[in-house]
T-cell receptor, first 113, second 116 residues
Framework: AQTVTQSQPEMSVQEAETVTLSCTYD???????LFWYKQPPSRQMILVIR??????QNATENRFSVNFQKAAKSFSLKISDSQLGDTAMYFC??????????FGKGTLLTVNP | GAVVSQHPSWVICKSGTSVKIECRSL??????MFWYRQFPKQSLMLMAT?????????EQGVEKDKFLINHASLTLSTLTVTSAHPEDSSFYIC????????????FGQGTRLTVV
């Protein structure tokens, strides 16, 4: 069975500052994928960033980057230069060979002006 | 990225009636579609996986007779909530996988179902 744990139900950050969201996971598969999704109030799921487990290099997408620690089964998301539009629910997700996604419980991020 | 369209965005139905939700992949062929349910302020829970032309695979605890899933074509999957009751009220989201980006699933905008 796959599990994803997000230990921070809520976080807040000041505009322009940096924030890190935590995620740990567990899986018995050797080939898997990790994702961070953003769900704004519209509830549309938006892919923020993805990481293939076989890649050692941490994924980066503009202001978003991850710290992927495979041995520790940790996959944190760093948001730099936080913007008001970053306010949303963030879900960490794990996908395996069957492409099913297992989601964490989410972290509600609020960016304050 | 690829586009997945879900319809309707919201629906209100009377208790005991059935309601159908459509999930379409607009610019790619979806070999697999997934249906999720999300309660307020909670995470997404996978209900079932459907592959085109075959029966859906339901997750443990999901009633297959209540939540009918059909994936008749490579661009369309439907979820029918049969004999709906107030406890079926929820947010339902589909995602689709296929095309060039096989490892990534693209999400529809979700359907808010309210049963009165």
């Amino acid at each position: 069975a796959q599990t994803v744990t997000q230990s921070q139900p809520e976080m807040s950050v000041q505009e322009a500052e940096t924030v890190t969201l935590s995620c740990t996971y567990d899986t018995s598969e050797s080939n898997y994928y990790l994702f961070w999704y953003k769900q704004p109030p519209s509830r549309q799921m938006i892919l923020v960033i993805r990481q293939e487990a076989y890649k050692q290099q941490n994924a980066t997408e503009n202001r978003f980057s991850v710290n992927f620690q495979k041995a520790a089964k940790s996959f944190s998301l760093k948001i730099s230069d936080s913007q008001l539009g970053d306010t949303a629910m963030y879900f960490c997700a794990l996908g395996g060979s069957n492409y099913k996604l297992t989601f964490g419980k989410g972290t509600l991020l609020t960016v304050n002006p | 990225g690829a586009v997945v369209s879900q319809h309707p965005s919201w629906v209100i139905c009377k208790s005991g009636t059935s309601v159908k939700i459509e999930c379409r992949s607009l610019d790619f062929q979806a070999t697999t579609m997934f249906w999720y349910r999300q309660f307020p302020k909670q995470s997404l829970m996978l209900m079932a996986t459907s592959n085109e032309g075959s029966k859906a695979t339901y997750e443990q605890g999901v009633e297959k007779d209540k939540f009918l899933i059909n994936h008749a074509s490579l661009t369309l999957s439907t979820l029918t909530v049969t004999s709906a009751h107030p406890e079926d009220s929820s947010f339902y989201i589909c995602s689709a996988r296929g095309g060039a980006q096989n490892t990534e699933a693209f999400f529809g905008q979700g359907t808010r179902l309210t049963v009165v």
